[in-house]
């Protein structure tokens, strides 16, 4: 029977959870929903409304004024009456309206016409079919805005063919000119100042403060009311964004700084989007995981984010306001063709989501006034093939209703049902289960101290019994290093994902770099871990501090290996140096004389280079060359201990682990990246290419997945086979019992992580693998499972007719056009190659280079940064030099390899067969792609050659800190002597 104190513990954890489910239940069914009495005023209106897109570049004049029969006009608003639409949002631009000069109001580029004449006609349309018009008033001319077009930033935006649009120079000329569309038209009574000035593309590409859009505001409505005092103000809606990607300020916090600089009273009617984003409008969803640190819970940005707008009102007082969502939509687009706004949805579905959001706006938002539907149709031109945009529409180009017109129309055109009495549970139940639950938290006090009792004796045990077993050893660190180790991770994380802010990002560096200057061997461990992250760089950008919008960007690799280095230097032996300068050419004599060549070739890649490339291969030389070395050296020097060792092993085959987890998910239609970093990638993260869809997992690009994969999976799968005994190792899993076939499973993900990658060269280096594990293990099962792999693989392609399982397809095409390209290159440069990181700048076909193929300067091929082939690569960044140098040093390690394998046994054996089996599938990987020149493989290609090195220790020899410092004492000595 349980005891009293676990009845009570397990009472106690029920009341919690209920307690948990209370507020979940009460966010769900009550959040947002209004109260049962009198709605304000302007919401009390017709809730059917939409947006026509470019109509007034269709209607025509003649040379004399005449309006041209026929045109597309008349048209639209007849089609929005008849499906039953109260209100019509359109545009006014002050750029299609004051074209030539203040106070002109004649098109100077069209025969002198009257820029009202089309606007007229529009507005006569509306009035004609009972239509009322909610205009838009933004976008200034040119003449408007000299000052600001003259700014830096937004040059630099113009020279990318970018639209840019904000504020004029002067805001009392906008004054004058809402002014004039108000005194022009007394017919109108509702306009919308601005759109989405949260975004930089429609502020200047300047700081977005929401006190000088008061100040735009203010001046407007005064000078609209001042003409039209019944007029109805509508704010300009926000667009729905986190704010993390740098495009715009979070909408939340906009608004709120709204009303903070005193913005109250500059509007009516609050505006607002309402994007589904491919939701159900049925879904009470507030709240996502957060995309960092300082972000762990993030509001959601699609159906329910009229909600929190409204909360802000109502907390700043102005909860007697409606909301008017001025655009509404779900994006249709085909499977084939990517659109930004979530998910796609079928035609019907967009008309029953629709419908959904004015239902439950109807049934909940009291607040909520007119809802327009973004968008009618795309007007003006006809829209090209590759824009998701008109996907949004009702009917096509052509005036061809889609379904969801005829499920509007239905909608709109039918009697309202009357509304569903309240449900007087729905906030009673979730209060009554709050307070039992808080009542048995409360009654449950005593039982607390039991139960953290409980858990101290629980930790207890598990510390008394990783003294006895090496529990500690399989995570790679005694206890006191592991607390050591998860602070530096915090801190990194804190420094990579809190902000781009220089504040907040100071704040995670001055936590892990005193931490790593304090025990530089944990940092190091770090290193294999955040190297994948290599294409999407740590952004700092705050001017405040002088560094500039479009930010200063750094590996995070590169920040843990210099605060290492600088921690090495602390702690180095420096009373020792002259004895080590004595030895020092003799060490050289025996292990660095291939490191010193590699060095050398890597400097002269620099040398070799012309001024154009000079800064390209500067950072090249630095990432590719000093750094890895570095990396080996330090790897070298911690590494004499035999517990480190395994850390830093487990530290890489769990980093790969994780990435082919992620590569996986990817496929599933889970993405994890963006919990890991913002910065985006130059394709998604799944790439459909060639009849399959290949995970690109941290990279950017699915072949780099395969690289960094290729390398990981054999040592997992050979140390899995070898893997047994209690071996005091540094990596001996938690239960003994289950270590080999967790290793194995571990491989097979990983493995199954390289498939999805769908990389040919991948794949050839998985066989060469096996077959040298097959070999260098004695497991003759291995070679007849690569054999059956390959064949089912070439039959799959076959009859699938995959095309990227074709070993002759398009890609190998593209393989030998890059190295006739690279040979051509190499004619010219024989000895020292091209230079570090030159491929891509001598094949520019924008330079008129002779190296690319006509018929490849027109393809994806004219960006390939390498020619995709080891030996072809290494003589253009390093020339003979370097392929020597590159050569000696895989040799050399292999050789050792190989000499300690016949006197190991167990993992030892596994482990060497896995390294030696790792460096033969990256080598012919490297046949016809990447090998070397890239930050993570250079990294693990000098963490495999030190691996393979031994440095003359046995693995987990040395364990304690004691021992740690006696072997380095005896090395000094050893060496000094």
Same mark, same amino acid.
């Given at each position: 029977m349980l005891s009293r104190t676990g009845l009570r513990c397990g009472l106690l954890l029920l009341a919690l959870l209920a307690l948990a489910g209370s507020i979940w239940w009460d966010n769900a069914v009550n959040r947002g929903v209004g109260a049962d009495g009198p709605a304000p005023a302007l919401a009390q209106v017709p809730r059917g409304g939409v947006n026509v897109y470019n109509l007034q570049y269709e209607v025509t004049h003649? $040379? &004399?004024g005449r309006l041209i029969p026929n045109n597309k006009v008349a048209q639209t608003m007849r089609m929005i009456r008849d499906a039953g639409f109260h209100w019509v949002r359109m545009q006014f631009p002050w750029e299609d309206i004051e074209i030539c000069g203040k106070g002109s109001f004649q098109d100077c580029h069209h025969a002198n016409q009257s820029t009202w004449l089309k606007y007229d006609y529009i507005v006569q349309q509306a009035t004609a079919n009972g239509l009322e018009l909610i205009v838009r008033l933004d976008r200034p001319p040119d003449w408007a805005r000299r000052g600001w077009i003259a700014t830096p930033e937004v040059q630099a935006q113009l020279k990318l063919h970018q639209p840019v649009t904000g504020p004029p120079d002067r805001l009392a000329d906008f004054g004058d000119y809402v002014a004039a569309v108000a005194q022009h038209y007394p017919q109108l009574q509702y306009f919308q100042i601005w759109n989405e000035p949260n975004l930089q593309a429609e502020w200047n590409y300047q700081r977005q403060e929401p006190a000088e859009l008061v100040k735009l505001l203010r001046i407007a409505r005064i000078r609209i009311r001042a003409v039209r005092p019944q007029a109805v103000v509508l704010f300009p809606s926000l667009a729905p964004t986190d704010g993390l990607d740098g495009t715009g300020i979070n909408d939340l916090e906009y608004l709120e700084g709204v009303y903070a600089a005193s913005g109250r009273d500059t509007f009516d009617v609050l505006g607002a989007q309402l994007y589904g984003l491919g939701q159900s409008p049925a879904k009470h969803r507030y709240v996502r995981i957060g995309k960092t640190v300082l972000r762990p819970i993030d509001t959601r940005a699609d159906v329910s984010r009229v909600v929190l707008l409204h909360e802000i009102m109502e907390r700043n007082g102005d909860g007697a306001k409606a909301v008017w969502v001025t655009e509404l939509g779900w994006n249709s687009a085909p499977p084939g063709l990517p659109q930004p706004w979530g998910s796609s949805v079928s035609e019907e579905q967009k008309g029953q989501y629709l419908i959904g959001a004015l239902e439950r706006a109807r049934q909940e938002w009291p607040w909520m006034g007119t809802m327009c539907v973004w968008m009618f149709r795309f007007g003006g031109e006809p829209p090209n093939p590759a824009d998701p945009t008109p996907y949004f529409q009702l009917v096509t180009f052509d005036f061809r209703p889609l379904p969801a017109y005829s499920m509007l129309r239905d909608y709109l055109l039918r009697p309202p049902t009357? #509304?569903?009495?309240?449900?007087p549970l729905r906030h009673l139940l979730p209060a009554l289960t709050g307070l039992l639950a808080l009542g048995v938290v409360g009654l449950s006090g005593s039982v607390l101290p039991a139960l953290l009792g409980g858990l101290g004796g629980v930790l207890g045990a598990v510390v008394q019994r990783s003294r006895r077993i090496p529990l500690s050893r399989l995570r790679g660190v005694q206890l006191r290093d592991r607390w050591i180790l998860l602070g530096m991770a915090l801190a990194l994380l804190w420094f990579y994902r809190a902000s781009a802010q220089l504040p907040l990002t100071a704040l995670g560096a001055l936590v892990f770099v005193p931490l790593a200057v304090w025990r530089p061997d944990l940092a190091l461990l770090l290193v294999p871990v955040v190297v994948p992250l290599y294409l999407r760089p740590k952004g700092i950008w705050d001017e405040r501090f002088g560094i500039r919008p479009t930010g200063v960007f750094v590996p995070l690799h590169e920040v843990v290996l210099l605060s290492v280095s600088a921690g090495f230097l602390v702690h180095y032996p420096w009373r020792a140096l002259g004895a080590k300068l004595r030895a020092f050419p003799h060490a050289v004599s025996r292990e660095w004389w291939p490191l010193l060549l590699f060095l050398v070739a890597g400097t002269l890649g620099v040398l070799v280079v012309p001024r154009a490339g000079r800064g390209d291969a500067l950072r090249a030389w630095r990432w590719w060359? $000093?750094?890895? =070395?570095?990396f080996y050296g330090l790897i070298w020097w911690y590494g004499r201990v035999g517990l480190w060792r395994g850390r830093i092993l487990a530290a890489w085959l769990g980093t790969g682990v994780v990435v082919a987890l992620i590569g996986l998910l990817q496929v599933a239609g889970v993405n994890l990246v963006p919990l890991l970093t913002s910065q985006p990638c130059f394709s998604d993260a799944v790439v459909a290419t060639e009849a399959v869809r290949r995970a690109t997992s941290v990279y950017c690009h699915p072949n780099n997945m395969g690289l960094a994969l290729g390398r990981v999976w054999p040592v997992l799968l050979a140390l899995g086979l070898t893997m047994s005994g209690s071996l005091e190792d540094g990596i001996q899993p938690l239960v003994r019992r289950y270590q080999r076939p967790l290793l194995i499973a571990l491989a097979g993900g990983v493995l199954l992580g390289l498939v $999805?990658?769908?990389?040919?060269?991948?794949?050839?280096?998985?066989?060469?693998?096996? #077959?040298? #594990?097959?070999? +260098?293990l004695r497991r003759r099962w291995l070679l007849v499972l690569m054999a059956v792999a390959v064949v089912l693989v070439i039959t799959f392609g076959l009859v699938k007719g995959v095309e990227r399982l074709n070993p002759l397809g398009g890609s190998s095409e593209a393989r =030998?056009? +890059?190295? &006739?390209?690279? =040979?051509m290159m190499l004619r010219d440069h024989p000895v020292l190659g091209v230079g570090l990181d030159q491929f891509l700048r001598l094949r520019d076909p924008a330079q008129g280079s002779h190296y690319i193929a006509p018929e490849a300067a027109a393809t994806n091929e004219r960006f390939?940064? %390498?020619? %995709?082939? $080891? =030996?072809?690569?290494?003589?253009?960044q390093t020339g003979w030099l370097g392929l020597l140098a590159l050569g000696w040093l895989i040799i050399r390690a292999v050789q050792r390899g190989l000499q300690r394998l016949p006197h190991v046994q167990g993992w030892e054996c596994g482990l060497l067969a896995g390294l030696i089996a790792a460096?033969?599938?990256?080598?012919? %990987?490297?046949?016809?792609d990447n090998f070397y020149f890239v930050s993570d493989l250079a990294f693990n290609f000098w963490l495999i050659i030190a691996l393979l090195g031994g440095y003359g220790y046995d693995w987990g020899r040395t364990t304690s800190l004691a021992e740690r410092a006696e072997v380095m004492v005896a090395s000094n000595k050893e060496q000094g002597a």
């Open positions: 003649d $040379v &004399q009357l #509304l569903p009495a309240p449900n060359i $000093v750094e890895p =070395v570095l $999805v990658s769908f990389s040919k060269g991948a794949y050839i280096g998985a066989a060469g693998a096996l #077959l040298v #594990l097959g070999y +260098l =030998v056009e +890059l190295w &006739q390209s690279a =040979v390939a940064s %390498h020619p %995709h082939n $080891v =030996v072809l690569d290494t003589l253009l460096l033969v599938a990256a080598l012919l %990987h490297g046949l016809v």
